[in-house]
């Protein structure tokens, strides 16, 4: 074979090389990107700390807020006359830095968790434990019963909307939508209206007992101004 002959066979040899290689790689490729694909959406479920076991991603976390109407957020959720017996309502009153004014979550099974009243020790309940609308939210010892039991569902705005689990979808909400000094708390229609949205503020470990006229706004108390 001369020199012309062996370079003529071997530009078919690579030729049908390059072939197969071609056809090799368009095969192969589709497994490839579907492989990689799992791996990188893989990577962003584990980093986002969502597990796939949880029922519901739960925020915020446990700890003292207030808790802040976000259609007013000078005001806070307060007790009726700051009474701490058995049976008193939840109202709206001006920020004041008060133990009476802070409020700890605390999670149970399932996402669902207790609202408890710092000052007393209570927690949030729904009145008498009856589930129709317009029920009033109260203060009562806890029991292990859905009328003290709620679940916090993100509106994601920073704020969120408080189901209580006994009511099946109503929320807390404002009544007649009124934010103002002695506004009732009351559960309602699940809705997407702002009354029904509230912010819960985290209490700095600076803050206890600062009289009510040094600031005015929760929301800036709580950011640590």
Known sequence: MNDAEGRKTGSKRDTKMRGMWRRGVCVRM???FLILLAVICSAMFLSSGVSAKADVVVFPEEGDYYIVP????EYALDL???DTADGTYFQLWKGNQTDAQIFRIEYVAGGWCRIVHKASGKVVSVENGISEQGAGLCLYPYEETDACLFRLIDCGN???MIQN???GNRVVDLEDNDASRGSVVRLWD???GQSAHWKFLPVPPSVQGLAADNLNRVSFIAQGS
């Open 158 to 160: 920073g704020s969120y």
């Open 80 to 82: 009726s006359g700051g």
């Open 30 to 32: 589709p497994g490839v």
């Open 70 to 73: 976000e259609v007013s957020e």
């Open 190 to 192: 699940l809705h997407d």
């Open 165 to 167: 689990k006994l009511s």
